[in-house]
């Protein structure tokens, strides 16, 4: 027992990945982890975004099962599981069976080299960022399978725009990638890197996030990213791929429960891929605000609380509306829910202000930070942003985005000859 | 670190490789051809990570199983396939086929018994951290021209197609 203990300090106290260490089990305990941590990520953004929506629209959003919806996700996956399992009978059966996997391993795979602290990532590879773009790109072929095989027109329909409109942003999206990649070979050596970790380490050695090195390149650079990468998820406004006004729900139309729902989780996970890409290209991956700036001993313990006093203030939220359930006896039970979740949260706090645990997993808290700031743009675009018509949508692809992402690869590339060759010959 | 390329995994991905490409000829359904091809791909890419060259398979991954498949997926679903799967498979040019295809075996099988003496002995450099530089220092550097003359070959490629596709520019 005791030398587990000290086994697991011997890991903690690490400062390598997994895959760098090269342990095998620790590696496993991650990708557990991670997970975990994406499942309850998607359940949590399933519930937010019916609430901020229907708040959005002046609506009370899921309020029945348990105490304000909070139990509605798991309401649903029961509903979604216990669904019966349809196969349409002119469908092609293996094809049909193959096509969600797909997107849900394209969808997880990505994150092995998501890099939530300098530690903790899965494992840390020389390709990095190409091998997020590119098993990314295979959902499409989930998607092109799953409209295909189900042998019925709106699927096809929803199909072929999806792939369509994931090919062309991809282009765009990929200028924007390699205009931020260029920005990593401005130190001494001159030699830049794709490696996730590697990105984020030249922001700290710079002394700049990304999106504000040559202002206003990568700026723009970040904002073509930022649309294409709601393009490349599929979500409104560029949704035309399950347009439910005009296709029914696009390549979906034909799946049902447990195969739908690894539609739905691909589709979350992959927003989140997406917005990690983001933030670890442009927004210092795990780096907390101004870490160069406000340094020192008193900086490090304010910004080591900030985990803990969120947590905290989740758990106010939910004693505050604990005080607030209506008195009738028959939401007894809810109040006391809501109570003791507010208590899970609060402990959750308390236990963040231990300094080694708030030292450990602060970076972790600052990458889900920004990743959840991502998120909440996407349900904001739902709510506000009307449809795309797909000859808009494609015209913004090719004649708008691409040009910029051309220009702006060209810019940063002269800029950064020019600072090398002027100001550090 | 250990290195990670054993023959197991060789001989499980040439193996994955082998089935796909031979599905990829006898399946009538064309859509089951290309995921078969797909496949083949996927499992060539993860021959080249073995190989300690990470940049060249991801590159495989993004634009033939990513890219350029995927397009092809795009034209087939469009195509009638009810027809062509009642069709007779033929295949009028097997003389060409057999002669081509001994001609390559000929080839490989040479080259895998007498290649240590016509090839010239080179350690590959187990350095998969620099691999992404190294290319890049090649590509930019040593061979700039070429890789000129053949993006300028893909650009009058892209150009032939709007030219041909539009009849009004």
């Known amino acids: 027992m005791n030398s587990i203990v000290q086994y697991i300090q011997s890991y903690l106290a690490s400062d390598k990945t997994p895959g760098a260490a090269g342990n095998m089990f620790w590696a496993l305990v991650y990708i557990m982890l991670v997970f975990v941590g994406l499942s309850v990520a998607v359940i949590a953004m399933n519930w937010l975004e019916r609430k901020i929506l229907a708040h959005m629209q002046v609506r009370l959003g899921p309020m029945r099962v348990g105490p304000h919806g909070l139990l509605q996700p798991i309401a649903d996956a029961i509903k979604l599981l216990l669904k019966e399992d349809i196969i349409p009978a002119e469908a092609d059966g293996l094809i049909f069976w193959m096509a969600p996997f797909i997107v849900v391993l394209a969808a997880f795979t990505v994150f092995v080299v998501v890099p939530f602290g300098p530690t903790h990532a899965i494992t840390d590879m020389n390709i990095g960022i190409l091998f997020m773009l590119g098993v990314s790109s295979l959902s499409v072929l989930g998607i092109v399978m799953a409209g295909w095989a189900s042998n019925s027109h709106y699927p096809l329909i929803g199909a072929l725009r999806s792939s369509a409109q994931m090919v062309s942003y991809e282009v765009a999206m990929g200028l924007a990638v390699v205009s931020a990649i260029l920005m990593t070979s401005l130190n001494a050596t001159g030699t830049g890197t794709l490696s996730m970790i590697g990105i984020v380490q030249a922001q700290q050695a710079q002394g700049e996030w990304f999106i504000f090195k040559f202002f206003p390149l990568g700026l723009i650079a970040f904002f073509i990213f930022a649309v294409a990468m709601v393009a490349e998820t599929n979500r409104a406004p560029f949704d035309l791929a399950e347009a439910e006004s005009e296709l029914t729900a696009g390549f979906h139309t034909e799946y049902s429960g447990f195969r739908w729902s690894l539609f739905f989780l691909a589709e979350y996970s992959a927003m989140i891929a997406v917005s990690s890409i983001a933030v670890t290209l442009w927004l210092g991956g795990w780096l907390r605000p101004f870490p160069n700036l406000l340094s020192g001993g008193i900086w490090e313990l304010v910004f080591s609380f900030f985990p803990g006093v969120t947590f905290l203030f989740f758990a106010a939220i939910c004693f505050y509306n604990t005080v607030r359930m209506p008195k009738h006896p028959l939401f007894r039970i809810q109040t006391i829910g809501l109570a003791a979740f507010g208590v899970v949260l609060a402990l959750i706090g308390l236990v963040l202000f231990i300094p080694a645990v708030s030292m450990r997993v602060q970076d972790i808290f600052w990458f889900a930070t920004k990743v959840a700031a991502f998120m909440y743009l996407y349900i904001w675009y739902r709510g506000t942003f009307p449809r795309y018509r797909f000859d808009q949508l494609m015209q913004m692809g090719w004649k708008v985005l691409l040009p910029m992402g051309l220009g702006v690869l060209i810019l940063t590339a002269s800029v950064a000859l020019l600072q090398q060759k002027l100001w550090h010959p | ?169």
């Open chain 2, 1 to 169: 670190m250990a290195p990670v390329a054993t023959p197991f995994f060789f001989y499980l991905l040439s193996g994955i490789m082998l089935i796909g490409g031979i599905l990829v000829i006898t399946r009538k359904n064309p859509v089951h051809s290309a995921l078969a091809l797909i496949v083949t791909l996927l499992a060539q890419a993860s021959i080249y990570l073995m190989l300690y060259a990470p940049f060249v398979a991801g590159v495989q991954i993004i634009l033939y199983a990513g890219g350029i498949m995927v397009l092809f997926l795009f034209v087939i679903m469009l195509v009638s396939i009810d027809r062509s799967i009642k069709e007779r498979q033929f295949n009028s040019q097997w003389v060409v086929g057999i002669i081509a295809a001994t001609a390559l075996g000929g080839l490989f099988i040479a080259a895998f018994t007498k290649g240590d003496k016509i090839f010239p002995e080179h350690v590959l450099p187990m350095v998969e951290n620099d691999n992404t530089q190294n290319i890049a220092t090649l590509l930019y550097g040593q061979y700039m021209f070429a890789f000129e003359i053949a993006s300028l070959l893909l650009l009058v490629a892209i150009i032939g197609a709007v030219v041909m596709a539009k009849k009004r520019i």
